[in-house]
């Protein structure tokens, strides 16, 4: 595969400050919310939203705007927002994992990946309550708080720790992952349910995590995850061994070492 064409590094440094900076602005909105309170709205009965995923988002997109006036946008609560510049757009999950946030729960982040020429080249993830900070650029590594990241070296499925998630309609629909989730969970070490996509991505790339799999993810929960674990060494496809595109539902992540065994048990589908 040819390497990705790159933006100059003079932008790929302000691309990077500019992701930083509204990670941080919004880490913190979500740090106040967490501590003096939030509203929350049903979407239906099972998806539910606070009015601190909106500040959030609208914080990113402030930042953003600042220095690139002309890019595209698309963020899960705002939707896709045009530019006149279309060789980059910022995808935002401005509140991953917010029934966690919403229970009190502390596994969440904000998710900020930038596509230039519709692939990805940046991605940042801050998890505000731990204070972990995931960033990776195309070519340039990842890294957690500054420090290198790299995926486990775990060989096989019978030795894998596995995370997964489910989507919200569990309750209505048939493709609701509990049949891979039964099988994975008689093959591999363990299985764990995080509820923030996002971060399960970044605990693969710092080998917390050996495996993930999911099957109806948007583009804002795995855009900035899949720089930062492709890396840090590891291998992204869908259930079929295809390169991963973040406009396609079903994502396998892995440490590569143990993903045809895991790509074995979703055949079986
Ligand atoms: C959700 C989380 C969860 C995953 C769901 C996502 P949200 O995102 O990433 O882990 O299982 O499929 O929708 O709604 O908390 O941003
Ligand atoms: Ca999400
Ligand atoms: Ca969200």
Redesign the pocket.
Known sequence: MSAPALPSSSVRAQLKATALDAARVAGSILTDAARNGFRVEYKDTVNLVTDADYRSEQAVIEVIRKTFPAHRILG?EGGAQSGSDPEYQWVI?P?????NFAHGFPAYCVSIGVEYRSTCILGVVLDPTRQELFSAETGQGAFLNGTPLQVSRTPTLDRALLVT????DIRVSAQNNLDNFSRFALTAQGVRR?????L?LCYVAAGRFDGFW?L???PW?TAAGLVILREAGGRVTDFKGTPYSIYEPSIVASNGLIHEEMLDILRRT
């Not at 998630?165 to 919200?168: I, Q």
Request: without cysteine; aromatic residues 10%; glycine residues 14%.
């Open positions: 899960e999950d509140l991953d994992g917010t029934t998630g489910f989507a919200y995080t509820g923030t996509a996002a399960d999911e109806k993810l948007h929960d």
